[in-house]
């Protein structure tokens, strides 16, 4: 009998397991969409209870509807706990708290009541008081599903992962169909770092409830941790229907408006959106003057002439936003309307899905239980170093009142010590409202075309470790949330005044904590430069509350338990930076260094040798023994022409640590100099130069300047064509490469693109074309990675698809008002290679009239402007070359004379200038394709048969 019931358990749980296969996967939106439209008119016509019909409504979206349903009923427990839900959906948590306590005193222990008190209990961060109450429900029926999954909530917001996971499993087990648990158990494995484990169960929470818009956002998000930007339209379609179950989703919101879309700026351009910006510009000025209404005015007077731009709408609900003073209730209601009214004109418009998170958080804010202690907290800091904070945060006065100056200075600890070093290099960090993007606010068109090494469009990302971090991030980081200030500005220390031992010992550290896997969160786990900054903030804030999501959650507690190494760095950091702050200079003197080597690399990039030579004796005068500044020294001397000078320099630095590998790069440097000013033979100066650089490659044990080096060895190679030692050393790079970071990754992925770059343009390579597609349709836009497989798409002859494969990203760059001109001239090659001489004329009219200028590629331009035949044009521009450096350099030069021959029907001339072209690199496949053409057209067969039987070179 025992067997046969076994067998029947076994049946039933097989069968039940096997149900969500049956429904809808998670992706096939149309399905789901269709099925929530049918399940919205079933609860529209039910005839069941009032609160059972609202709480329905509640779940499917329709909120106005679930509203009316309630209004009119008898206010029973079950209607006033239905019109909590609604209030906490609407993020009034106050109003909720009062109609809880109403239910309870009508029904003391009405589960469902205690249930919203443990959740709102969660949301005020009393995390023990929501998990008392949660068992208040569980002591009187154990199995109450729903409260154990509350409590195996609070369990993992406390970070006991495996006991949240044990609440999920205890669920599952009472109930198979509990979608509840699965997207608990998915959770738990999200912020337990273990994605992989993630997917299936959230799949099969969906699966049996396709309509719960947290389990909506996760997928989507699931979707985009992929990291393939083919897949981002399939996050958006996820994320569309989470925010029509839950139009206030503030993840949802958050994300879109932070980088996690499928757009790019060009979708979000207009063309009159300059003079729009340029007629708000007194608006700003108001705001800057504290005269909010004023620039509300001008903002709604613009609005009227440009009725479809949408940043006159932007600027004033981002006033709303900042403006502290006003009544806050209704400030944030004005500024809700105003953002969810541009996303209705302008879907899925990035800046304002940010803006409607930042509003939703700043009306969770006041229902934190500590809340008033830390308002407190806030307006009795004192600015301790006002001079130089000013310095360093200079817009912060835009903002009204003093407040936001108190935010931003009590969330940056001790590490105010780099003021002085960041303000001695310029160096600024800004923080800009809702409604300007960081191209704005950083004065750099780059925002608006570029993403992140995890796929998100930096035209919506609000922090950056160049120095700005958003306004909305200072309000979240003073109320305990994710100090996103701090972060971004240990990026900007980390980068501008740490030394290179600093750096190498970052590196070091974060490369033994993924070894043994001790990174906090898996945003730390990224690069060296997150892991610090993701725990930085983690050696000062014991506490985090609500967490964003799993990046977001870092104490002191977790940095001791889990990175113990890290935070013995850390602490002999913070050591130093307290006594430098309590008057010992000599503490970071090596920082000073560094600062002045910065600022003489400067100098040197403008040639003022003798100001580059000034700043680094400031260096050494602070750390004599720093050996980049030495090795800096030598640079300058070398640029100079003072060979011997510079050789001194590096033997001084040599002779500190003769185990610093970067000194026999730099000689290797100093010999390529000598070698193009004619004073070594080409042959005598590479075996000289790659001898340097395999010593120092054996020498490095830093991955990342190893990984510098050997693609710096080579471009060397590729420059003395001598293409497949070239090759064979990205390729050898490429099989060994260490991965451990995103920054290693995109290195291994450069020299990949590099390999097959070379090869793909030096002979027949399909296998080059189709590798290099796969890596453009994994990052979009990486510009250089495009340009590399348009080369090869046209080496190979496809010039229609390597045009289509520039003209998609150069409407995105024209979209930021940067078009590339490397793309310009090459569009216009294709097009005329093509047989379109009328559409090369139009698109290479920028560059033919002078407007725009290119920085390289000239002799492309020459080739191009000869066979439009403007060939005097073409001429003066080839006189304007500087001599070739390389034999790389002569080829290209010597092809483009060749083609310029051809122009003048100068065959002859032309055959010769091919030939030497090919002697320079036996590898230009250009001029070899153009020499054979010219000698069939000559009649010479035989001969063009030869040069092209070489096209695939046997070293090759």
């Keep these: 009998m025992h067997k046969i019931y076994t067998s029947l358990v076994l049946l039933i749980t097989t069968l039940t397991f096997a149900l969500p296969a049956l429904a809808q996967h998670p992706d096939n939106i149309k399905a789901i969409r269709e099925k929530l439209q049918q399940e919205r008119q079933q609860a529209r016509t039910a005839t069941i209870a009032p609160a059972e019909k609202a709480e329905k409504l509640l779940e499917l979206g329709l909120w106005q509807e679930a509203e009316q349903t309630i209004a009119k009923a008898k206010p029973t427990a079950q209607t006033i706990v239905a019109k909590a839900k609604l209030a906490i959906l609407n993020n009034e948590f106050e109003q909720a708290e009062k109609l809880v306590t109403q239910a309870l005193k009508l029904q003391p222990e009405s589960a469902d009541a205690l249930l919203l008190k443990s959740k709102l209990q969660v949301q005020a961060w009393e995390l023990e008081k929501a998990k008392a109450t949660a068992n208040q429900i569980l002591a009187k029926a154990p199995n109450n599903e729903a409260a154990t999954i509350q409590i195996g909530r609070i369990l993992m917001l406390q970070k006991k992962y495996d006991q949240a996971l044990q609440k999920a499993k205890q669920v599952q087990q009472l109930n198979p169909k509990n979608a509840d648990a699965y997207l ?73 408006g932070n980088g996690h879309t499928n757009l790019t700026y060009a979708d979000y351009a207009q063309p009159e959106d300059e003079k729009v910006r340029q007629e708000l510009q007194q608006a700003e000025k108001l705001i800057a003057q504290n005269k909010l209404q004023e620039a509300l005015t001008i903002a709604a007077n613009v609005q009227k002439d440009y009725p ?65 202690s830390l308002q407190q907290v806030i307006q009795s800091t004192t600015i301790k170093d006002p001079v130089n904070f000013a310095r360093v945060f200079p817009d912060v006065t835009y903002y009204p009142g003093n407040e936001v100056q108190k935010m931003v200075w009590s969330q940056l600890y001790e590490s105010i010590v780099y003021f002085p070093f960041l303000s001695r290099q310029n160096e600024k960090f800004v923080i ?12 750099s068109p780059f925002f608006r075309q570029a993403t992140t090494f995890d796929n998100r469009q930096w035209m919506d990302i609000r922090g950056v ?78 506490v985090k509350v609500h967490p964003l999501n799993h990046k977001s959650i870092n104490t002191t507690a977790d940095l001791k338990a889990k990175d113990p190494e890290l935070y013995s760095f850390l602490d002999g950091l913070v050591k130093r930076q307290r006594a430098y702050l ?81 000194v026999y790069v730099a000689r290797a440097e100093l010999l390529e100099a000598m070698r193009r000013d004619g004073k070594l033979e080409d042959t005598d100066a590479l075996k000289q130069q790659a001898e340097l650089y395999r010593k120092a490659l054996e020498l490095e044990d830093d991955l990342m300047t190893r990984a510098a080096n050997t693609m710096a060895f080579a471009r060397l190679y590729a420059s003395y064509s001598r293409v497949p030692e070239a090759m064979i050393l990205a390729e050898s790079y490429v099989k060994t490469a260490p991965t451990v970071s995103t920054y290693l990754r995109d290195r291994r992925d450069e020299a990949l693109a590099y390999a097959h770059w070379l090869k793909g343009t030096t002979g027949k390579a399909p296998e080059s074309e189709t590798e290099l597609a796969r890596l453009v349709s994994l990052k979009p836009q990486n510009y250089e990675l495009r340009q590399q497989y348009a080369d090869v798409l046209a080496a190979q002859g496809n010039y229609k698809k390597a045009y289509a494969t520039l003209e998609e990203a150069q409407r995105i760059l024209t979209a930021s008002n940067t078009p590339r001109p490397s793309y310009t001239v090459r569009m216009a090659a294709y097009q005329l290679m093509s ?83 090919l002697a320079d690199n036996p590898y230009q496949l250009e001029a070899r ?18 040069v092209m039987a070489e096209t695939r070179i046997s070293e090759i």
């Design 582 to 662: 309590a008057g010992d200079k000599q503490a970071m003197a090596s920082n000073w260094a560094e600062v002045y080597l910065n600022l003489s690399e400067r100098e040197l990039a403008r040639r003022n040798y003798s100001q580059a030579e000034a700043l680094l004796d400031t260096a050494l005068t602070w750390d004599a023994s720093y050996q980049p500044a030495l090795i800096a020294y030598a640079s300058v001397e070398r640029e100079q022409n003072k060979y011997n000078q510079a050789e001194k320099w590096l033997e001084k630095a040599e002779k500190i640590n003769p185990n610093y590998a970067p």
């Design 184 to 256: 608990l158990e998915s959770d738990v494995h999200f912020w337990n770092q273990k994605p992989e484990l993630a997917e299936k169960p959230l799949i099969t929470s969906l699966t049996l409830n396709p309509f719960n818009a947290d389990a909506r956002f996760n997928y989507g998000y699931a979707i985009w941790r992929r990291v393939d930007a083919t897949q981002l339209n399939d996050m958006a379609a996820q994320w569309e229907l989470a925010l029509e179950l839950n139009p206030l989703h503030y993840v949802t919101h958050w994300h879109w």
């Design 432 to 443: 800009p409202p809702l409604h300007i993007d960081l191209a704005i606010a950083m004065n």
């Design 835 to 917: 047989g379109q001489k009328d559409s090369a004329i139009v698109t290479a009219e920028p560059l033919l009239s002078g407007k725009v200028k290119l920085r390289s590629d000239n002799y492309k331009l020459v080739a191009l402007m000869a066979q439009l035949g403007d060939v005097e044009e073409a001429t003066m521009l080839l006189r304007q070359q500087p001599r070739p450096e390389s034999a790389a350099e002569m080829a290209e030069r010597l092809t483009a004379v060749g083609i310029l021959w051809e122009a003048l029907d100068q065959a002859g001339k032309a055959e010769k200038s091919y030939k030497a072209a």
């Design 465 to 542: 470790g160049s120095g700005a971090a958003a306004i909305e991030y200072v309000v979240r980081g003073s109320y305990l949330e994710r100090n996103v200030v701090l972060h971004e500005y240990v990026h900007q220390f980390h980068g501008r005044v740490f030394t290179d031992a600093e750096n190498r010992e970052v590196r070091r550290l974060y490369q033994n904590a993924m070894k043994e896997n001790r990174t906090l969160d898996y945003y730390s786990a990224n690069n060296e430069h997150e892991y610090l900054a993701q725990t930085y903030p983690a050696y000062f804030e014991p």
């Design 308 to 372: 479809q731009s949408v940043l006159p709408a932007m600027l004033r609900g981002s006033v709303y936003y900042m403006a502290f003073d006003l009544d806050r209730s209704q400030r944030l209601d004005s500024a809700q309307a105003i953002f969810q009214n541009i996303l209705k004109r302008k879907k899925h418009y990035g800046p304002a899905h940010n803006a409607l998170a930042a509003v939703i958080k700043q009306k969770q804010l006041p229902y934190l239980h500590n809340y008033d």
């Design 929 to 946: 394709v153009l020499l054979a053409k010219l000698l069939r057209e000559r009649g010479k067969n035989k001969q063009a048969d030869k």
